[in-house]
């Protein structure tokens, strides 16, 4: 292994990483509130469910990595949109942003005052206490992009990146910074890996994420590195277009959804990338067999060599997957 690949392998340990096992790094946050007997708005709302459930769950997968991953909306409650919580349902947020002069106006939250932020920030504290060192924990921040779309809506980010670029780059600027700081505010309360979500990447073409996404990357995972963490990145849907541009952030781990090819994926990024991903959580995970689970995972597994794979579903695990699949799963990958 190079020697990135290397620090990377180093900030996954965990005490049972020399026991032969696939590091298993599932996404939980519905079907952990659900087997904690909680809502999904408990768990979005209160740091303590949220650290419980997943605690409770690591019991019984013996996954390698946590995380405080909850919901998208916790930066734009920051800057002053509110957020409406409905028990199992995803939230929605409010839309703060509509033009030029509400990005002029828009002020740099504090993510230590902000109640959202510090809940997530106090998250991350309490994993570190109940697991100690060597763990993975992942800290998690909006990526620029996506950050944008919680302010302004999806549709009009999309529309506003050709009618009004201008604009859209002023509020990614402000993005940025909140980005900067909430992840600066986990690593010191204790994460070592940062997530960065910024799913609306996939949607746009190779051009326009190199011309309003790309620097932007490039810049918040340098400062992430800068300050002692590893970055993973995660863009849901299909990212292959996507891969060369990608290439050039100095990313660490690079989450890989299922209709990406995992091959093709690790071709593009190359040696010293970690590949995180990618059964299908529905079609596979939830829904498939235990044939379906150990044949995709085979497929997986011969498709790159194993210093390079994280094994977990595209995306977030769907709250009603069987726990007997999950538990499979985590056994087929032990000494296998």
Same mark, same amino acid.
């Given at each position: ?58 019991? !019984? +997968? /013996? ?16 800057? =002053? $949109?509110? %957020? ?123 051009? !326009? +994420? /190199? ?16 300050? =002692? $963490?590893? %970055? ?105």
């Amino acid at each position: 292994m190079n020697a990135k690949l290397i620090k990377t392998h180093k900030m996954l340990e965990t005490p049972k990483t020399g026991d032969g096992r696939i590091y298993f790094h599932p996404i939980l946050m519905m079907h952990a509130a659900a087997l904690f007997g909680k809502t999904y708005a408990d768990f979005m709302l209160d740091y303590q469910v949220l650290v419980q459930s997943n605690l409770k769950l690591l019991e !019984m +997968y /013996d996954h390698d990595a946590v995380s405080v991953i909850s919901d998208p909306c916790r930066e734009a409650s920051a800057f =002053g $949109a509110k %957020v409406f919580f409905d028990g199992d349902n995803s939230p929605k947020c409010e839309k703060l942003i509509h033009s030029m002069e509400d990005v002029e106006h828009l002020q740099i939250p504090d993510v230590y005052t902000s109640e959202r932020t510090l809940d997530r920030i106090k998250g991350v504290k309490l994993f570190r206490e109940r697991l100690g060192e060597p763990f993975p924990i992942i800290g998690w921040v909006e990526g620029p992009l996506a950050e944008a779309a919680d302010l302004c809506g999806v549709s009009e980010i999309l529309m506003n990146m050709i009618m009004d670029p201008d604009m859209v780059k002023a509020l990614l600027q402000k993005t940025l910074v909140v980005a900067k700081n909430f992840a600066l505010a986990q690593i010191e309360a204790g994460s070592n890996i940062i997530g960065v979500g910024d799913a609306i990447c996939s949607q746009i073409s190779k051009d !326009m +994420y /190199d011309e309003f996404c790309l620097p932007l990357h490039i810049e918040l995972f340098n400062f992430i590195h800068e300050h =002692g $963490a590893i %970055v993973k990145l995660h863009i849901c849907g299909n990212i292959t277009h996507l891969l060369p541009s990608l290439k050039k952030t100095d990313l660490d781990i690079l989450d890989i959804d299922w209709m990406v090819d995992m091959a093709e994926a690790y071709k593009e990024m190359g040696e010293d990338v970690v590949l995180c991903g990618n059964l299908d959580p529905v079609g596979v995970i939830m829904s498939g067999s235990k044939d379906d689970i150990k044949n995709k995972y085979e497929e997986i597994k011969a498709s790159l060599p194993r210093e390079n794979w994280i094994m977990m579903g595209g995306c977030e695990i769907p709250r009603d997957t069987p726990v007997e699949n999950m538990k499979f799963l985590r056994t087929i990958s032990i000494n296998n």
